[in-house]
């Protein structure tokens, strides 16, 4: 069975690099982004494997074109915590092994799945076994 990973970022930066990647070893990949889904898969990523958020991506750059330094920084609180609870949304009902989140838009995330495993205990020895049984699947 693949190794499941979810990317959650706000932009490019290089996940979009890090998930063809992923995918070239077998991953099963699903990248959570603002991007629309036709640019990310000229970056090697197929569609399937995209969830987005077009309306945050064309207010992000709308608020980059028109509101100058001092407005992007007055609106980038609220960006990350809207994207942040929707990749939260989205990820409540994806079954990933890892989660990477890119810092800007993890932290309303980060307590949802905080609330969600409340007093239990992190699933680290099965993501360890999938880890080791990937990597050696990997080698052959």
């Not at 890090?18 to 569609?47: A, C, S």
């Not at 399937?48 to 609180?77: D, K, Q, W, Y």
């Not at 942040?84 to 838009?105: C, E, N, P, R």
């Given at each position: ?13 290089h ?67 809207w994207?942040s ?33 409340a ?22």
């Amino acid at each position: 069975m693949p190794l499941k990973i979810a990317i959650v970022v706000h932009g490019r930066f290089h996940a979009f690099d890090l998930g063809r990647e992923l995918i070239k070893q077998g991953v099963d990949l699903v990248l959570l982004t603002n991007y629309p889904k036709r640019v990310v898969q000229q970056f090697g990523i197929p569609q399937r494997n995209v969830v987005n958020c077009i309306s945050h991506g064309v207010l992000s750059r709308l608020i980059n074109r028109t509101a100058g330094r001092r407005g992007r920084a007055m609106f980038e609180p609220f960006l990350h915590r809207w994207f942040s609870t929707w990749a939260a949304h989205v990820l409540s009902s994806v079954d990933a092994d890892m989660i990477h989140a890119f810092s800007g838009v993890s932290e309303e995330l980060l307590h949802a799945f905080e609330a969600e495993s409340a007093g239990t205990q992190p699933e680290t020895e099965n993501f360890f076994a999938k880890m080791k049984e990937f990597l050696a699947g990997g080698a052959q």
